[in-house]
């Protein structure tokens, strides 16, 4: 953009700011003003950022703002006015556009800004104004807390954040065309950072216990310095290489060489030694051209190979979706004394920042007091220090924060939180899958580093490490982590780094699991849950070979004769880890189970030393025998562990975990990485070989590798000039190859499997044999009488009209069979034709959310209908959106159209009871004086069973989160007992005078679901009381109990002042219990108690009389119409006068017990006085 297509305002404003004179800068009288108009101008901006570009071209940052900084420093005003512009100036241009714009125009609005950030950049790599920067931020940080205004803490964090703006500028890759070793924008930068001490202040800031609210941006910062930087190359900078180094890099040159002549060799045998200078002309037997003769070849030999049919032809153009996804890696090694200065800082930061500032990042991270995506920082820290320190001299005690099981825990669930946004947010599936890169990358990371600590001669740091993988091999998300991300590879999304990372880091994994079970052949792992274990019931039979007491005799004898000969033990069992998260109970079984391993393996020693070391540990409950046990006692003791079952563990052998790689879906990833085994390390080939060799040799399943796509690539390798150079490959290759040949001549369909994926079934059908259709299928046998009885059933309910007819026949059966056995076998009976006309059907209407429009129509229609007799009645006939009764009554419970679901029952009108004629069934019932709520209830429950499908989660979740499938009707009781439970405390509390309390909650409760409908978005929201009343029933016990029944949390020690309701109530959950919260009337409740059992007793005799008069009515019109009728009066009147009088006589009981019970209370109170 051109300075004269400046807007005239902005020109002038820029004109009053001053002018350059040689090196000095005289500023104007309205130089601050004219700063903050050019800060509102920014605010006012349009969307293709006119104002950034206009100031941008004008260079006003280059020849005015850092002028005024560097020479006007004391006009302090003015000086903070200017970091403030520049901060909006040099803000990133995704932060400007919110993403990269797909629209041509404005992609090059965004390139235009991305340029003038570049040229910020190159202006700012000056020492000077660094040193202005770094002398400001000192001079801050001298103030103490009680000195430093509010305005200070603005100027530090502003300056952090120009320093962050300007290292995140990217390099222009058309400008900066520099090689290794010099020094381009950003080393100059980095250098000038250096110079002015400004490195020095971030290490203090980073460390300091008084800055700890500026630790994510010195993260940030930090991250940005070391941009395209390896922690590999400033590890060796300016050192000598070593003797192994040299040999190294001499045999990758030797390979290089020994490629480049083997090629040279192949070029000189296609070709003769005299030149033709006619190609001619061949013909290519067995290969048809478009006719039906053979294709005529117009090239010399030496092409032939290249030959195909496609030549010529237009190269078909792949859909952008399809497109396999590029690397974004950019590393180069830049000026020796740049790299130098990183590696000191390297060096001090680890020594005296690294664990405070990542305990300070990893707490902020936990607690959400961080912006988005900032995890993404703690994880590249992890990658890059951690690499950095096992490079240059390990030390285990300076990374010491980030080696424990709650980082792997943390990674771990990045991982898969970015893995699910990488699925779902398909238009950023980039950036999401270049986040679980760099998880992926920290997670390897620590694999490296606790295999490093494995190699140390320190035995603690061995022992440290030994717990630290005890743990990631027994919890099974971090077992199955990198099978899962094998399985879910997708190249579209996913670049061939992170795939070649994938791989590396799934065989250090298998690595470190063999040397961890190696000598024990079997690994204890945690125990699945009861689904898993039922779909996987056949493998664990294979899984667990449990010895015979037999054997476990004979290991015993062997183990007490070497006890009593042996008088050595082992010092340094330990049984017990403080620093783990595991519970101290399990750590107690834990123990009694490596004391059983120990004994089974026959290291009898390690036994009895791990035995009286947990002794120490657990004293109480003699589990590991009293303090003065004699030596006898404690082989007793032993030999009953080794007979104890301990069940709550499983034990695997390795191959047994090997198994699970024996996938096409994981097979296929690593033959996508040997496609490029030209270009792959020495190591990565080496990591994709050795899988493939633990499938095909250790598990025995080379079958798995007969594909034609991978012998397809075994042909290349083969073939390749350079095949000396990868001599692992070619023999793994050969191995598998020949394999075949030998099984080809035993399977005539060999070379028809090739053009197949196998799994594990394929491969043993194919070496085993194949399996005739069905045969390996279990199906339930049918007798003839069976069939019998169910062609009767069927025969008997098809025309009775019940809703599904298969849930009728199931129980009348004399054998039991599942659902799916009696709809196929009566299909195959051809009783009915097809599975669909026994399809469950789907009660309900699936209509969950309620739109805006749904409310309105709801709210008029309730203001409508509120003073008629029926309200829900006449709601259910006009709405439009057809719901269940239960449904409408919560929403307007929800919407606060009512108070209590009480006003929407339907109103009766008053009835003489001993009236003998006009009585309708509705008003007979209305007699037995049941309350209409208990009607509506059984209604509600009713519906609320054909609308299970469509419904949230009810209270029952709330209240047992594990309640199976199996167990509905258990777990609908006892939802039940526990809203019972909720009243009864409701109630207590009412009674004490905390009635106001339990309001203000149940006021909250609809509050804060009202809210997160709203919203979208679940937050713990804390309970604040703000009056007496309230504060003083939050200390009350009985109220706190309340509180945990409803499902609010507790505050956290030292951490949290108030109560706080979870976020993970959803909002039919908090209006089901705060419509359970409902004030309960004492005079109601009492009269329920008192009358409960003669209502219930007159009901069921008014029911039976009911029923009676229904089956009679047919013969009441020949003896007489009203022959019923005229008895039913006469019971009623008897039956009323004989619960008048129980209660009359039961009120006048109660009323004496109590006179009498007042009257001992008083004797008790004048004797106690």
């Known amino acids: 953009m051109d300075l004269f297509m400046m807007n005239c305002e902005l020109l002038a404003t820029c004109s009053a700011l001053g002018y350059l004179e040689g090196d000095i800068y005289h500023k104007e009288p309205d130089c601050l003003e004219s700063v903050k108009d050019l800060i509102r101008y920014l605010r006012h901006e349009d969307d293709t950022r006119d104002i950034r570009q206009q100031l941008g071209a004008g260079q006003i940052l280059q020849n005015d703002l850092l ?50 950030l570049q040229a910020y950049k190159e202006a700012f790599a000056d020492e000077k104004i660094f040193t202005v920067l770094s002398e400001t931020l000192y001079n801050l940080l001298q103030l103490d807390w009680e000195q430093r205004a509010e305005e200070d803490n603005l100027l530090i964090e502003r300056i952090l954040l120009l320093v962050r703006n300007v290292l995140h500028v990217p390099a222009d890759p058309y400008e900066e065309k520099n090689v290794d070793d010099d020094a381009s924008i950003h080393d100059k930068l980095l250098w000038a950072i250096h110079m002015s001490g400004l490195d020095d202040l971030l290490k ?14 010195i993260l940030e910062i930090i991250s940005l310095m070391f941009r395209d930087q390896t922690s590999e190359l400033l590890v060796n900078a300016g050192q000598m290489r070593s003797a192994q180094e040299k040999q190294k890099d001499m045999q990758e040159l030797e390979l290089l060489r020994q490629k480049e002549l083997a090629e040279k060799r192949s070029r000189t045998l296609l070709r003769g030694a005299r030149h033709s200078r006619f190609r001619g002309s061949y013909v290519i037997q067995g290969l048809k051209a478009i006719g039906e003769k ?85 994880l590249w820290a992890i990658t890059f220090f951690m690499a950095f320190n096992r490079h240059q001299n390990f030390r285990p005690d300076v990374v010491s924060e980030t080696i424990s099981n709650r ?37 390897q990371e620590l694999l490296l580093t606790v295999n490093e600590m494995d190699r140390s001669k320190d035995v ?89 007491p037999e054997d476990l005799e004979q290991t015993w004898q062997i183990v007490s004769q070497e006890l009593r000969l042996s008088e050595s033990l082992t010092q340094s069992a330990v049984p017990f880890d403080a620093t783990s998260e595991t519970p101290v109970d399990e750590q107690r079984t834990e123990a009694l189970g490596r004391i059983q391993d120990c004994i089974m393996s026959c ?114 390798i083969l073939e390749d000039p350079a095949v000396a150079v990868y001599q692992e490959l070619v023999t793994f290759a050969k191995y598998v190859l020949n394999r075949f040949f030998v099984f080809a001549t035993k399977n005539n369909k060999a070379f028809v499997e090739l053009l197949f994926w196998k799994n594990v079934g394929a491969v043993r059908e194919m070496t085993e044999g194949y399996n005739k259709d069905g045969e390996g299928k279990k199906k339930s046998k049918w007798t003839p009488e069976e069939e019998e009885q169910l062609q009767r059933l069927y025969e008997e309910y098809k025309d009775s009209g019940v809703p599904d007819i298969v849930e009728t026949i199931l129980p009348l059966l004399s054998i039991s069979h599942t659902r799916r056995e009696v709809v196929s076998h009566m299909v195959s009976m051809g009783l009915v034709d097809s599975v669909k006309d026994l399809k469950k059907e789907r009660k309900g209407t699936r209509i969950v959310l309620w739109t805006e429009e749904q409310e309105d129509e709801l709210q008029v229609l309730f203001e409508e209908f509120r003073d008629s007799d029926d309200v829900l009645g006449n709601i259910l006939k006009r709405i439009t959106a057809k719901r269940s009764r239960a449904r409408i009554v919560d929403k307007i419970l929800s919407m606060g159209l009512v108070s209590d679901r009480r006003d929407l029952y339907k109103k009766r009108k008053p009835s003489a009871p001993g009236r003998s004629s006009g009585m309708t069934e509705e008003e007979f019932f209305d007699l037995t004086g049941e309350p209409r709520e208990k009607e509506l209830e059984i209604e509600e429950e009713e519906e609320d069973k054909s609308d299970q499908d469509e419904d949230e989660q009810d209270y029952e979740e709330l209240v047992d989160n594990s309640a199976k499938e199996g167990q509905k009707s258990m777990s609908r009781d006892n939802s039940l007992k526990k809203i019972h439970s909720l009243r009864n405390m409701v109630q207590t509390l009412q009674q004490q005078g905390l009635s106001g309390p339990v309001l203000w909650l149940q006021n909250s409760l609809n509050r804060t679901a009202d809210d997160r409908e709203e919203d979208g978005v679940s937050h713990p929201v804390a309970l604040v009381p703000l009056t007496e009343e309230n504060e003083d029933a939050m200390e009350n016990k009985a109220f706190q109990k309340l509180l945990r029944a409803v499902g609010i949390r507790a505050p956290t020690d030292g ?111 004048g004797n106690e006085q």
């Open 67 to 116: 002028p005024i900084i560097t020479q006007h420093t004391q006009d302090k005003p003015l000086f903070d006015a200017c970091i403030r512009l520049m901060v909006n100036l040099t803000q990133p241009a995704l932060l400007c556009f919110g993403k990269v714009p797909d629209d041509p125009a404005f992609r090059h609005h965004f390139l235009q800004v991305t340029s003038y």
């Open 1055 to 1165: 951490q949290e002042s108030f109560w706080r309701i979870s976020s993970s109530l959803s909002v039919h959950q908090l209006r089901s219990v705060a419509a359970s919260l409902d004030m309960v009337e004492e005079t109601a409740a009492e009269g329920d108690s008192e009358g409960n059992q003669e209502n219930k007793m007159r009901a069921q005799a008014l029911r039976a009389l009911l029923l009676s008069r229904q089956r009679k009515c047919a013969s009441s019109k020949s003896k007489g119409k009203y022959s019923t009728y005229l008895v039913m009066p006469m019971l009623i009147i008897l039956l009323e006068a004989k619960h008048w009088s129980d209660r009359i006589e039961e009120k006048i009981s109660k009323k004496r017990r109590r006179v009498l019970d007042d009257d001992d209370d008083d004797d008790q109170r």
């Open 294 to 378: 053979d294709v005529i070849f117009h090239q010399g030999l030496h092409n032939f190979k290249n030959y195909s049919h496609d030549v010529g032809k237009p190269t078909r153009r792949v859909p952008k979706r399809k497109q396999m996804a590029q690397d974004s890696e950019n590393q180069r090694r830049s000026a020796l004394n740049v790299r130098l200065f990183l590696r000191e800082f390297c060096i001090d930061f680890l020594e005296n920042c690294y664990n405070r500032l990542m305990y300070l990042v990893k707490e902020g991270l936990i607690r959400e007091r961080a912006q988005q995506h900032d995890e993404t920082y703690y």
């Open 603 to 716: 290291a009898g020693p390690e036994a009895l030393s791990l035995l009286r070391a947990a002794r120490a540990v657990w004293p109480e409950g003699d589990t590991f025998g009293s303090v003065e046990v004699e030596p006898e006692e404690e082989l007793e003791l032993l030999k009953q562990i080794l007979f104890t079952k301990l069940p709550s563990k499983l034990t695997v052998h390795i191959l047994l975990y090997l198994i699970l790689f024996a996938n096409p879906s994981v097979v296929r990833p690593y033959i996508i990485l040997l496609r490029s085994y030209s270009q792959n390390s020495v190591h990565t080939n080496h990591c994709i070989t050795r899988m493939l060799h633990r499938l095909a040799v250790d598990l025995k399943m080379e079958a798995l590798l007969y594909q034609l796509s991978i012998f397809s690539m075994f042909n290349k």
């Open 204 to 217: 203090f800031l980073a460390c300091a216990q008084s800055e700890q609210q500026w630790s994510f941006h």
């Open 407 to 443: 980082t792997f825990h943390f990674i771990e669930k990045n991982i898969t939180n970015y893995y699910e946004m990488m699925l779902t947010d398909r238009k950023d599936a980039t950036s999401w899958s270049r986040r679980m890169h760099l998880a992926l990358k920290a997670y």
């Open 460 to 548: 603690n740091i061995q022992h440290s490490s030994n717990v630290i993988k005890s743990n990631i091999f027994y919890l099974m998300e971090f077992r199955e982590i990198f099978l899962t991300l094998l399985r879910k590879y997708d190249e579209r999304m996913q670049p061939r780094s992170f795939l070649r990372d994938l791989v590396e880091s799934t065989h250090l994994f298998l690595k470190m699991l063999e040397r961890f079970c190696k000598g024990r052949n079997s690994l204890v792992v945690q125990v699945r849950t009861e689904t898993e274990e039922r779909k996987s019931k056949h493998s664990q039979k294979t899984l667990q070979t449990e010895p015979t």
